[in-house]
């Protein structure tokens, strides 16, 4: 199975931690709005078009073409689950397929048919899964995958307990179960990603970086679908400045 080697700011620690912190982006209108559209125009959901875009961003960083993604699923498949109280949450292992140097449209039908057969066998315990793989364990990483893909798209109202309000407080992301993990969320028709990140291995200033390759990524691929993943630009205006012409700027006046 591949272990995903993603660069980091500092070598990795010889056993896991957990120190964590989150980095939160909200997305323009316009450009959530480019996402359902996509999506609806694709056959896919917003998940799916999501999860190759992380995966996409993946790959730019990595140069990987094999990527397993972890992500939970609700676990509620029968009719009979959905009033009671309790946790049903399964995790899924989604090994993505990103070889040929794919167009980002051809990419999205492969996570599609990923997503879809991961999700007919959702009730799997994640547990069972990696006990039966026998993976050689590594005490550095957790096993079968460390960056997770989310998307919480289901309205979260206030609860009213007579005269008391009940709100969800954001989590302050002090802790974090893995690598990296894109936790997406819609609020208001716009879609807020937060970054939750390992300490130990990433600066605040990186993470930052790839939020921002994140969302030129996004754009990219809304409006040119039909691009090869390599030729969608994830670079802002200021970093093709900086790399083409101030790193480049050599010229020195000799007698």
Not at 15 to 44: C, P, W, Y
Not at 229 to 254: C, H, M, W
């Amino acid at each position: 199975l591949p272990v995903l080697s993603l660069p980091t700011d500092r070598p990795r620690p010889a056993i896991q931690t957990f120190r964590g912190a989150n980095h939160r982006v909200t997305l323009d209108a316009k450009t959530s709005q480019s996402l359902d559209a996509m999506s609806s125009r694709e056959g896919a959901t917003p998940f799916m078009v999501l999860l190759g875009l992380f995966a996409s961003l993946l790959n730019r960083y990595t140069g990987q073409d094999d990527i397993v993604i972890g992500t939970p699923i609700a676990g509620r498949m029968r009719t009979e689950l959905e009033p009671l109280i309790g946790l049903f949450v399964n995790t899924l292992a989604l090994r993505l397929d990103l070889s040929g140097n794919p167009e980002f449209r051809t990419l999205l039908h492969r996570v599609r048919e990923t997503a879809l057969g991961a999700y007919a066998h959702q009730e799997v315990p994640f547990e069972k899964l990696v006990e039966a793989l026998h993976l050689q364990r590594d005490l550095s990483r957790s096993p079968l995958f460390q960056e997770m893909n989310i998307l919480q798209n289901s309205p979260v109202p206030s609860l009213r307990l007579g005269d008391l309000v009940l709100d969800v407080i954001p989590d302050a992301g002090e802790t974090a179960k893995f690598d990296l993990t894109l936790e997406i969320e819609c609020h208001d028709n716009r879609y807020v990603a937060c970054w939750n990140y390992n300490r130990d291995l990433f600066d605040p200033a990186t993470i930052e970086r790839m939020a921002t390759h994140y969302e030129n990524l996004l754009r990219a691929v809304t409006t040119q679908p039909a691009q090869p993943l390599s030729d969608l630009p994830i670079l802002s205006g200021e970093e093709k400045e900086e790399l083409l012409v101030r790193f480049n700027a050599t010229k020195q006046n000799y007698p």
